[in-house]
C-alpha cells in the first residue's frame, strides 16, 4: 500500500536573516548578561549573526559534524565537535549491527572534516572566551539536537557558565529532549515537524565563504548587507545565477553535442553533469544544482549526452554504453581545456546518467575524484560497480521506492568509500518543496569534501 504524502507545512521565514531577526527580538531579554552569541555552521550563522548584531554581542562558531550510519548518513547515530567532544547513540549503533571499526572510519572522516572547517572559518583567530558568560547557541532550527548537545559539551568545556539553545523552529517538546542545555527558546514547535527546510521560503545551502563573511564582519564590528543563499558566491560576490555560461562544442565520434560551461575565477574543481532519461543540459534540476555548485567555486559542464536524432529513440537513453563512451568524451574535451586541465574532476548523474556517470568512473579511475548520483540507476551500471574508486554520494527520495530499493542494493556491490542519502517525503523528481535543495547541499558538500582535498593535495 503507498504511503499518504504527508501535507507540507507552510513556511513561517523568509529566509535565515529573517529568522534571526525575529529570533532577536525573542532573546532581547538576555542583553544585560552581555551573552555570547555562538551559531552552528553552517546554516545557523546568518539566524547567529543577525541576533550577535541585534544585541550588540561576540558572533563565534562551534564546528559539530554529524556521525551518519554507514548507508544512511541522514540517519544520526553521535556527533563529534571541538575540543575532542564524541558522542555516539550506542543504542542505534547495536540496532544497526555498526562494527568497531565502521564507527571508527565514519569518525576519522567526520575529524578530518572538522578540522578543515575550524581552520577555514577562523583562520588565525582562536575561538571567542566563553568563560563564566551566558551563551547563546544558535541553529536554523532543531531536529535530532545531536549537533546542539556535542556543541553544549564543548561549550560547557571551555567555561560556559550557561547556555541557551535558540532556534526559530524546533519539534514540540524539544526542551525536555535537549536535558544538555540550560534553556531552549524557539519561536515555533509546530505540530508534524519532520525537517526544518520546509518552514522556510528560501532554504538554499550556506556557502563557506559566507560563513566566513559573516564573522569577519561581526569581529571587525562591521554591519554586512544580508546576502540570499542563493546569491552567495565564493568570487567576489559574484552571483553565479546571473552568469550568462559559454557555449560548447564537444566532438563524440560521429557527432557534435553542445554544452554549457560556467568557470569561476579560480576554480576548486570541475563538476560534469550527466543527465538522464531523455533529459537534455536544460533540464531545470540539473541547472539549479549546478548553479548551486558555482555559488561553491566550482566550475560546471552541462551537455546534450545523445544528439536531436538519437534522443527520439528510447534504446539510445537506456544504452549505458554509448552515454559512458559520450561521457568520456567530454571529459577527454575538458581536460583539454587550459582553464579545466588542472582541476580536480567530479560527476553528478541523474537517473540513467548516473548509470553513465558510474561506469566512466570506474573507466577512469583515479583521473575522477567523486561522483554524485541524484535518483540514479546504478544497477544500469551493475558489472562496474565494483570497480568505482571515487567516492560515492547516492541520494534518493524517501518516496522513490523503486529506486531506493536498487540503490540499497548498488551500496552492497561497491567496495570504494560510500553513503546512501534518503530525502525524506522526496519523490524521483526531488519536485516537493526544499527537496531539491537538500540535494545541492548534499551534493555541494560531498563535492567540498572530496574535491577540495584533492585541490589541496594537488597544489602541494
Known sequence: MRRAMPQLPKPLFRDRRDAGRRLAAALERFRDERPVVIGLPRGGVPVAYEVARALETPLDVVVVRKLGAPLQP?????????????????????????????????????????????????????????????????????????????????????????????????????????????????????????????????FAPIADEEVRRLLRAAADGRHVAATSPRGQRRNGGLDWSRVEPRSVTIPAGRVSLPGDLRSPPEPSGLVIFAHGSGSSRRSPRNVQVATALGSHGFATLLFDLLDERESASRHNVFDINLLTGRLIAATDWALREPELLPLPLGYFGASTGAAAALSAAAALGDGVRAVVSRGGRPDLAERRLSEVSAPTLLIVGGDDWNVLALNEDAATVMRCHHELAVVPHAGHLFEEPGALERVTELAADWFTTYLGQAAGRDAA
Open 74 to 202: 541522514e540517519y544520526a547515530i553521535g556527533a563529534i565537535a571541538e575540543n575532542g567532544v564524541a558522542l555516539v547513540d550506542d543504542r542505534a549503533v547495536e540496532v544497526l549491527g555498526i562494527t568497531v571499526e565502521e564507527l571508527r572510519q565514519i569518525a576519522d572522516r567526520e575529524a578530518r572534516e572538522l578540522e578543515r572547517r575550524v581552520q577555514l572559518f577562523r583562520d588565525e583567530r582562536g575561538p571567542v572566551d566563553v568563560r563564566g558568560r551566558t551563551v547563546l547557541l544558535v541553529d536554523d532550527g532543531l531536529a535530532t539536537g545531536s549537533s546542539a548537545v556535542a556543541a553544549t559539551q564543548t561549550l560547557r568545556r571551555r567555561g560556559a557558565d550557561r547556555v541557551v539553545l535558540a532556534v526559530p523552529v524546533a519539534p514540540p517538546g524539544s526542551e525536555d529532549r535537549i536535558a544538555a542545555v540550560d534553556e531552549v527558546v524557539s519561536l515555533h514547535e509546530p505540530p508534524g515537524f519532520f525537517a526544518v527546510g520546509p518552514y522556510y521560503e528560501e
